[in-house]
T-cell receptor, first 109, second 113 residues
């Protein structure tokens, strides 16, 4: 079956760095997405990786290793507004997104 | 309007009733999707449409139907609601349904009693 694993919850301190991991087993691979979802709101796109390596976008970076079925999202200089759930999703061979359950990130002052 | 809108925002429905959730986008995206989101689970695809006039089944299609008469609208119908359909429903769209980013509507919170 297809499976996306990510930690349920993480806690970090304002101003610090946090890494959210995602491992996957899917039927085919056409890219990996990270989305941010604030409580009660819609998911919003953060990043897309299809090749191995690191993609940097401001305070957020995303890494992919296809051979290991592994990705992480790195958030630097954490701000209180970064408190949200972070969703990892893999596009499979049918171009359908398979979603992880999300990691709830709690930022403490 | 800009982006994707969904209606209603929330709804409480008696079991056995018929309900249509509405979704409209003004970005001229070809592909549209319906997901449900339940606590502790990832988003699950219900139905999708890669272009107007075509639809396909996702991971959890039973009890739901969709239509795509034009590019902008993609309604989701529950023919006879059951309590297990209590969920938050998100509509999304993408330019052409391949590896494009999906953009989400604000969601509909549905409770079936």
């Amino acid at each position: 079956g297809q499976n996306i694993d990510q930690p349920t919850e993480m806690t970090a301190t304002e101003g610090a760095i946090v890494q959210i991991n995602c491992t996957y087993q899917t039927s085919g691979f056409n890219g990996l997405f990270w989305y941010q979802q604030h409580a009660g709101e819609a998911p919003t796109f953060l990043s897309y990786n299809v090749l191995d390596g690191l993609e940097e976008k401001g305070r957020f970076s995303s890494f992919l290793s296809r051979s290991k079925g592994y990705s992480y999202l790195l958030l630097k200089e954490l701000q209180m507004k970064d408190s949200a759930s972070y969703l990892c999703a893999v596009m499979d061979s049918n171009y359908q997104l398979i979603w992880g359950a999300g990691t709830k990130l709690i930022i403490k002052p | 309007i800009a982006g994707i809108t969904q209606a209603p925002t929330s709804q409480i429905l008696a079991a056995g009733r018929r309900m249509t959730l509405r979704c409209t986008q003004d970005m001229r995206h070809n592909a549209m999707y319906w997901y449900r989101q339940d606590l502790g689970l990832g988003l699950r695809l219900i139905h999708y449409s890669n272009t107007a006039g075509t639809t396909g089944k996702g991971e959890v299609p039973d009890g739901y139907s969709v239509s795509r008469a034009n590019t902008d609208d993609f309604p989701l119908t529950l023919a006879s609601a059951v309590p297990s359909q209590t969920s938050v429903y998100f509509c999304a769209s993408s330019p052409d349904g391949s590896t494009d980013t999906q953009y989400f509507g604000p969601g509909t919170r549905l409770t079936v009693l």
